[in-house]
């Protein structure tokens, strides 16, 4: 990268101090100013969802991708993250990266930036990593891997050694010849004892999700066993200049035997994932800049050059470069590691060769402070040369950076996440909990005072078949965003290819929640994606309020989890309790400052209690930075630690964290609270008994706390004059954000019945305000109770239903308020009965008239077209309606009861918008009129029916479609009369239609 010229290289300056000032603009917005009310109604991009755009491997077409980016922005949708991936579907004809694939892309982004929409690039091929073809062997990610040879002596020995087969690993590998030798090693013949020895030495890791451990640094100082078997290091014999280029040791073999190691590096075989078939290739060295540069100039700029210059004039086109989740398994070695880690941690490396294949050398303790200096290392070395470099080159060239921050990387991913502009999660419609995903990325946004937290949103199992919609997705939505998410990227949006005479045509094989064009409710999806950008915007405004700060252990690798007991509920969506937290790792944390008796880095969430994890081990340096917050006013809750983690200036360091922890917590026995400065340390009673009881606890996948009980932490709250957030008399869910002119909340009802209940909200407001985020509407809450530190409210919720209850800093006139009550009971003018004319697409199989004596499930029709069809059906109906003298400023509904899957209302040629969650009612107060009234309801339900329907005869096979552009391999496929699909469906009938009872509700 370096013949670039700087012009190409700061190509876009305005553009970045746009974007910018477009960030501060959403994060200091004022929650009663006309301009974030007008927002609410009309968000603006930046809280626009969006969706992972696959392409699959070289099925694309020109026309159908201006269709897709025009379906997305009718649908209200702002951003695309474009991926290219070889997922389950034959090869098309335009080849990744030739000069036809380079057009493609940017009529894409031209057509983008026509429309308005951001496009974020992957940094690699396929979904993960960086690498290709243009990577080799040796630059690919290695390891340093070892065959065994055992040899008795006395004996001259000339015997040629194995080489060590590639390592076993849990991404997809390519079988790579390259070997280089490093070492050889021979000494006394000695077991193998370590635990987990693939994961500590980081030959494997995977993720959390998939069951690795959170983390790998036990809590507790291994006690020295005399009895364990150890290599001497004074008895290890280097042999390395006694190999010849042929492999064969010639030796002579002292008494006794031997264990003969030899080391050499190979690639581990992982390859970008999974990526277009012309691209496929190794992934790069991470710990090398230079190949991370070659990577970039290979992949990452042909693709920023082709996809032209940005416009800082304009809102879309390309905007940012994306990092996936880690899945390029794990990395333990480099040229030149040896003197990096000299460099870095003080002392040479070579004599803890052998602890790489899991045996103690000198004791256990030592063993495991050099395996944990040899992991910091990595952690060191991807950061400086792969994560960071990469936030740079996007930073040059105008563009944001993106990370998936978990997923099995080798660092903590806390430390690996603060490097994104914007952190993202990702999180599953069904199969996978990766819930800790959403709450390390929204700790990250919150402790550095990111405006938006990024989302993979409703990933979904290859079993779930396109069962979803937008109601089914409406409560994992909700808690996502109490959680802390503000922006979602639906997965996925499958470039339609196909056209419309293929419907639902192309998927990611059988991935995703398929959010796309080619769905029977798509021309209904504006009504969620208008309520995902209204709470999104909202939530992008000011800083988020949390009162704990857990921090994280120090070492490599870790992932952040809570203790259960902060959260409420269980399963995918457990939710924060009345005093909410976020996590902080030890180099977040050296970037926060006290204010007052709170501490946080300027401009972002201020925590009144840091909470230290229960490890006896610390770093100097850390603890130096905790004694300076609690000097400066911090009150931090912990034990003392006794010692250091690394054997870097071994035993020095362990003294000198035992003078800092006794200046700090004083000396034993420890006094529950001592003043230190301006602050104060609180002990954690409950450590020396957790230390001393379960010292290989995090050996499991975390299943125990290395955090005290939510009960402690909230008694040090309350005991400091604080009282919880939010609570409430039943199970809600909250997440709050203050700006200088107001605090808002958002509020969810997590149960599937309704409830009403009284909340406690620590705000305070002269008129707290009730902000709809399905209509839009804005109204006073009039019932409502100052307490000491805050405010008591009466609410009710219809099933699954939520909205923002927002408390301005100052008076502020009312909006349509609801007079004397907070939810005025509804009450049913009348039921719209009888017969309904209805009328179904034929293109689909349905009937283009039919009458509906009552309302009924289609499913339930003997009927073909009926029973099998899916997509939209229009219902009729004329009624007369009689006023009941309801006084002015009233307003009416129509509530529809029971509705598979999605509706659009019209009424006397108004259109009144997209019924889509509970409580399934639209206001028609405007429409409604004395006298004979035409109502017409639109009703879309899924393709499961139509699909299944396709599946027998005289249906099955009808068709053959075939596209001449050479699309699916250029082949004949067989297809049902009315559907095709490179996935099948679920293969069973789902509830479909309008089955009410239809009311009119005053």
Known sequence: MRHLSSKRRHRNPLRKVLLCLVLSMASHGSAQSPALQDAFQDPPN??????????????LDREEMTRDLESMKAAGMGHVVWLEVNVGVPRGPVEMLSPEWMKLLRHGVDEARRLGIDVTLGVGPGWTGTGGPWIKPEESMQHLVYSETTLKGPATIKEKLPIAPQRARWWKMLDVDFYEDVAVYAFPATEVTLEDADQVAFYQRSDYMHGSAAFLSGPAIPAINPEEPAIDPEAVIDLTGHLNAEGILEWEVPAGEWTVLRFGRRSNGTSNRPASFPVVGL?????????LEKHFEHYCQRLIDAAGPGDPDSQGGLVALHLDSWEMNAQNWSPGFLDAFQKRRGYDFTPWLPTLSGRVVKDRKLTERALWDFRLTIQELMLENYVGPLREMSHERGLKFSIEPYGGNQSNDLEYGAYADVPMCEFWSTKYDTSYSAIEAASIGHTLGLPIVSSEAFTGHRDEKGRHYPASLKNQADWALAMGVNHFQFHTFTHKALGEKARPGMTMGGWGVRWDRGQTWW?????????????????????TVSDVLYLTPEGSPHTFIPPESALAGAGKLPDKKG???????????????????????PGATQYRLLVLPRFETMTPDLLRTIIGLVENGATVLGYPPSASPSLSNYPKWDQEVRRLAEELWGKAPYPQVRKFGKGQILLDAGAAEFLAGKPEATREKNKISIYPDYGLTAGILQSLGLDEDFNSEVPLRFTHRRTPEADIYFVSNPSEEPVETSAFFRARSDQPQHWDPITGKIRALPEFSPEKSGTRIPLRFEPLESYFVVFAHAASKRRESAGGVNFPKSEAQMTLEGPWEVSFDPNYGGPEKITFEALKDWTQFEEHGVRYYSGIATYRKRFEFKRNGTGAGSTTYLELGTVHDIARVRLNGQDLGVVWCAPWRVDITGALKGGVNQLEIEVANRWSNRLLGDTQAPDKDARTLKWDSGLLGGKAHKAGRYTFTTSPGPGELFPSGLLGPVRIMD
Not at 523 to 543: A, E
Request: proline share 4%.
């Open 46 to 59: 930046p809280a626009r969802p969006g969706a992972y755009w696959y392409f699959m491997d070289g099925n």
């Open 523 to 543: 021309p209904m999806v504006d009504g969620f994606h208008t309520y995902l950008s209204r709470c999104s915007h909202l939530l992008q405004q000011g800083t």
């Open 579 to 601: 005093y909410s937290f976020d996590g902080c790792s030890q180099g977040i944390l050296k970037q926060m400052v006290v204010n007052g008796d709170r501490i946080g880095v």
């Open 283 to 291: 992934d790069h060295d991470k710990f090398s800049r230079e190949l």
